[in-house]
C-alpha cells in the first residue's frame, strides 16, 4: 500500500528538493500544494501531482486530506524573510501562522500520522552561541515570532489530539532552484543575481554579522527521511552547517564561485540578530552526520546552477504595511 504526503511549498526551493528526495522510495505518492508566490512551475516534479492553491484557503486543504488519506504533512511553505517581516505584519501572520493552523486543523481532523514543520532558528532570537534546542526562544521579528508560535501548536496538538510531529530549525539554506529574484531574502542568491548584473553587492551595516550558510543536498534528505525514525517523533531539531562566515567573507566566497568580481556597498545596519549559529549534536545523534558539503563546493554548485539560468529581474514587494524605518534600499 503506497504512503500518501502533502507537500506545501513543492514548487520552491526546499520544498522542490524535499520532493525530489520523497521520490527515490517508488512507494510514496506526492501531492504538491503550492500558489506559485515563490516559487517557479518548472520546480515542480513531474512525478507528483500538483495542486495549484493557498495554505490560506482552509476548504481546499480540508477537500485534499479526504481525497488523499494523507500519512504525512510535510509544512514548508512560508515567506522567510526576516527582516522585512517587521514591515509586512498581517502579510507575515497570516502566511506563516494562520495557514499553518489550517494545515493543523486537517492533520488533526484526518488523522494524519506525523506533521514535520519547517521551523527556523529565527526563534532563537540574539541569545547564547551557538544556539541549541533546550534555550528558551526569544524570537526578535513577526517572522521568527510565527514560526514558534507554529512549534507551541504542534506541541499543544499533541497532548490534546495525539498529533504526532517532528520539527526543524533549518538555517540559510541555499543552493541550486532557489529564487534569486527576490531582494528581501536568500542573500546568496542576491549577491550572485547582482554579480551577473554586474551590480554592486549591499551589505546592512559592517558586514560583520555571522551566519552558517547550508547547502540544500546536507537538510533535504533528513527532513524526508524523519518520519521513518521513531527518535524524531515529537522533537525539535536544528538542522545545518556547523561552521559559519561572516558577511563580508561571503562576499568574497560567492564571487570566487562566480568567478567575477564587483564592488560591495555598505548601507546602514538594519535591525537584524548580529550573530546566529546552530548547535547540532541532538540531530546528529539521530540523523547521523551532516555538513557533508563545505561552502566553497555548495556555492560552486549553486553558482554553476545560476549561470546556466542567469540574472532575473527583481520585483518590489506590492504590499509593505508599515514605511516607518524601512531598511536603505527597500523603499
Not at 520523497?22 to 504538491?32: A, F, K, P, S, W
Not at 498581517?90 to 493552523?101: A, P, T
Not at 551589505?203 to 552558517?212: H, K, P
Not at 560567492?254 to 548580529?274: C, D, F, G, N, S
Request: glycine letters at 6%.
Amino acid at each position: 500500500m503506497k504512503k500518501t504526503s502533502l507537500v506545501t511549498g513543492g514548487a520552491g526551493f526546499m520544498g522542490a528538493h524535499l520532493v525530489n528526495e520523497l521520490l527515490r522510495d517508488d512507494n510514496h505518492q506526492i501531492v504538491v500544494l503550492d500558489d506559485i508566490s515563490g516559487g517557479f512551475l518548472e520546480t515542480v516534479n513531474p512525478d507528483v501531482t500538483f495542486v495549484e492553491g493557498s495554505i490560506l484557503d482552509a476548504p481546499l486543504i480540508d477537500q485534499l486530506c479526504k481525497q488523499y488519506n494523507f500519512n504525512y504533512i510535510y509544512h514548508l511553505a512560508a515567506y522567510a524573510a526576516e527582516g522585512l517581516s517587521h514591515f509586512i505584519k498581517r502579510f507575515n501572520y497570516q502566511n506563516n501562522l494562520i495557514g499553518s493552523v489550517n494545515l493543523i486543523n486537517a492533520a488533526v481532523n484526518y488523522n494524519v500520522e506525523r506533521f514535520v514543520f519547517t521551523s527556523s532558528i529565527a526563534v532563537y532570537g540574539e541569545n547564547q552561541l551557538p544556539m541549541h534546542e533546550e534555550l528558551i526562544p526569544m524570537p526578535e521579528d513577526p517572522y521568527g515570532i510565527a514560526k514558534y508560535a507554529v512549534e507551541q501548536d504542534l506541541i499543544a496538538s499533541k497532548r490534546l489530539f495525539g498529533l504526532d510531529y517532528t520539527i526543524f530549525r533549518p538555517h540559510n539554506v541555499y543552493g541550486e532552484l532557489q529564487n534569486i529574484s527576490d531582494k528581501y531574502r536568500n542573500v546568496i542568491g542576491i549577491f550572485m543575481n547582482k554579480i551577473m548584473q554586474g551590480e554592486p553587492l549591499i551589505i546592512f551595516g559592517d558586514g560583520e554579522q555571522t551566519r552558517a550558510f547550508t547547502h540544500i543536498a546536507d537538510v533535504a534528505p533528513h527532513i524526508a527521511r524523519c518520519v521513518d525514525i521513531p527518535e524524531a517523533s515529537c522533537e525539535v531539531f536544528n538542522v545545518g552547517s556547523d561552521k559559519h562566515v561572516s558577511v563580508n567573507e561571503l562576499a568574497d566566497l560567492v564571487m570566487t564561485a562566480m568567478q567575477k568580481e564587483v564592488p560591495v556597498k555598505h548601507l546602514r545596519e538594519r535591525e537584524e540578530v548580529k550573530h546566529a549559529y546552530c548547535a547540532h549534536e541532538k540531530f546528529h545523534k539521530v540523523f547521523g552526520k551532516t555538513s557533508l558539503v563545505s561552502l566553497p563546493e555548495g556555492l560552486g554548485r549553486m553558482a554553476a546552477w545560476a549561470k546556466s539560468v542567469g540574472p532575473r529581474s527583481v520585483p518590489e514587494f506590492s504590499n509593505i504595511e508599515i514605511r516607518k524605518n524601512l531598511p536603505e534600499g527597500w523603499k
